[in-house]
């Protein structure tokens, strides 16, 4: 019998309409959903929000098409559930896609669901979080879909840089639903259930006659390690969802507020433990995370982006319970060396804590940018090029610690003073030049190491007198160029003094409609 009945009362009908909603696609999709090892929109959304603070926004809307038996078939909330809540206290905008609800297709109504949360989020200045599980574009409803996903695509270019908006793939997401993702700011992945790709594996096998499985070609950790779509992958969805709450905490509510602070007992500061972590031999490496923990608060250090471009190391932490966030190059891979990935997930970071009043903290050690045919066949020039420029135009306080090499045009690039760090500190071991020591005595001093008794004797002389006037950070100290060289136990203390000398830093860029990041 129909709920609308005269049979029920109306707070029945009520009741049981709400049940229905409660239910999505019905129990048994449930329960495949729970096969796959996945859990329900509703059940998602009760791992991320406070207990009891979630307010529904369209439990009953329904798709209005009536192609191909849509008219035959309906479920209350279209297979989204949206609305709002708080995470850790804090209001926060939700889109959750129902898979048991046509597999959590998105139809014309799904999307003006989504819609009307983004705009309210907007409005009043909250996060959008969007929990994605779904076959893509309705396929009963032809080009209604395709706008609903355009709509969406709009929406968040809009919202890009005024709320944070974050996505969490605990599904399918193909086609290109794959875009309203990729404009957020941060993309989740979880393991073996979810995945991304513009085409599926039918169609690739088609085009280009590759067998290749869906979890090969976009799972979570082909996006986490070889394309960097995807910054953070989990092993199951709470692992997920918690990542989620976490990567929050150290974000504002929007583009006017400040990150929320946590206390902060002042303590002993220095930390010994640097004192001797830069080897004797320059060519050895060493672990650019151990400085992060030592300078950072305790544990503090959420890494993005943990498996791309490791030869980069970029996350969130906080320092005197502030926010940061931490660009650092790593010695332990690939010697540190800038090469396209890792400038394009660095430029990336650096633009995200931009916008959002986050102070970068940037640890140098960088040798140069990576030689070779594939690099600059692919691009150095315009990747590096973008970080380059995300650090020009940002206007948060901005530091830097130089612990050892800082070559080259990756000096200027590495928030260098010149292009606008506020403060910049380096260790006794920092060396500033123009390339290593013995390339230049090679280069310099070519004819007369040719025409030496013993070349090889002379070579030596020529890279020990460049070593002794360049391997160093004075030079550049004396100029200016360096504020202060401390002693590597001094940088936890040197660094709580700067940002909270910097904390009211204002610096506005010349007016323009936009700048044009070499893209
Ligand atoms: C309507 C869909 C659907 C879709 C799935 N379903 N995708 N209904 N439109 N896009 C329905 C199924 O009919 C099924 O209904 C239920 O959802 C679950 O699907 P299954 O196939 O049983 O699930 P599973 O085996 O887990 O496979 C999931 C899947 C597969 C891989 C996502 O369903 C699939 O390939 N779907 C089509 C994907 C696709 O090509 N989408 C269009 C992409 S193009 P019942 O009633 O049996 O439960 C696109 C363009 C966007 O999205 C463009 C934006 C610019």
């Not at 949206?82 to 129902?98: E, S």
């Not at 926010?323 to 396209?340: C, E, K, R, T, Y």
């Not at 640890?363 to 600059?376: A, C, I, N, S």
Request: aromatic letters at 8%; a negative charge; charged letters at 25%.
């Amino acid at each position: 019998m129909e709920p609308e009945s005269a049979a029920f009362s109306k707070k029945e009908i009520l009741d049981k309409k709400n049940a229905e909603a409660a239910l999505g696609g019905g129990a048994k999709r449930i329960e495949a959903q729970h096969t796959k090892g996945k859990l329900t929109a509703r059940e998602r959304l009760e791992i991320l929000l406070d207990k009891g603070s979630f307010e529904e926004i369209g439990r009953f809307v329904m798709h209005r098409s009536k192609d191909f038996g849509l008219d035959k078939e309906h479920y209350l909330g279209d297979g989204v559930v949206t609305g709002y809540g708080k995470i850790n206290g804090r209001l926060t905008y939700v889109f959750a896609q129902d898979f048991t609800v046509f597999g959590g297709s998105l139809s014309e109504t799904h999307a003006e669901k989504i819609i009307r949360i983004m705009d309210l989020a907007m409005k009043n200045g909250a996060p959008v979080i969007g929990l994605n599980d779904s076959g893509g574009a309705r396929i009963q409803e032809g080009v209604l879909s395709l706008a609903g996903y355009a709509d969406i695509f709009y929406k968040n270019t809009l919202a890009s840089g005024v709320i944070p908006q974050i996505s969490a793939i605990m599904g399918p997401c193909a086609g290109g639903a794959v875009y309203s993702p990729a404009i957020t700011d941060f993309i989740l992945m979880v393991e073996n259930t979810s995945y991304m790709f513009v085409t599926g594996p039918n169609v690739v096998k088609t085009v280009t006659h590759e067998d290749v499985t869906s979890e090969e070609l976009g799972g979570a950790m082909t996006h986490a390690v070889k394309s960097g779509v995807t910054h953070f992958v989990s092993a199951n969805e709470v692992e997920c969802i918690l990542a989620l709450k976490k990567l929050l905490s150290y974000v504002p509510q929007n583009c006017e507020e400040e990150p929320p602070r946590t206390t902060y007992l002042p303590a002993d500061e220095n930390r010994p433990a640097l004192t001797n972590l830069i080897p004797e031999n320059p060519n050895q490496p060493y672990d650019m995370r151990q400085v992060i923990s030592e300078i950072t608060d305790v544990e503090s250090f959420f890494e993005v982006h943990a498996n791309f471009a490791e030869n980069i190391v970029v996350g969130f932490a906080r320092i005197a319970g502030r926010s940061i966030g931490v660009v650092a190059n790593q010695p332990a891979v690939l010697a540190g060396v800038l090469d396209i990935n890792a400038s394009q997930k660095a430029a990336r970071f650096v633009r995200f804590c931009d916008c959002f009043n986050i102070p970068l903290l940037v640890l140098e050690d960088v040798p140069g940018f990576l030689p070779g045919t594939d690099q600059e066949w692919n691009g150095i020039i315009s990747n590096g090029a973008k970080l380059l420029y995300a650090f020009c135009e940002a206007t948060v306080p901005r530091i830097t610690v130089i612990t050892r090499k800082a070559y080259g045009g990756a000096y200027d690039v590495m928030n260098s003073k010149h292009i606008g760090a506020d403060m910049n500190f380096a260790w006794p071991t920092a060396e500033i030049a123009v390339m290593g020591a013995s390339g230049a005595a090679e280069i310099i001093f070519k004819k007369e190491i040719a025409e030496a008794e013993d070349p090889a004797e002379k070579l030596r002389e020529k890279v020990d007198e460049y070593t002794r006037k360049f391997a160093n950070p004075f030079r550049a100290a004396h100029r200016g160029y360096i504020d202060e060289v401390i002693y590597p136990e001094q940088t936890r203390a040197k660094l709580i003094r700067a940002f909270e000398m910097l904390e009211n830093k204002v610096a506005t860029l010349p007016r323009k409609k936009h700048g044009n990041i070499p893209l």
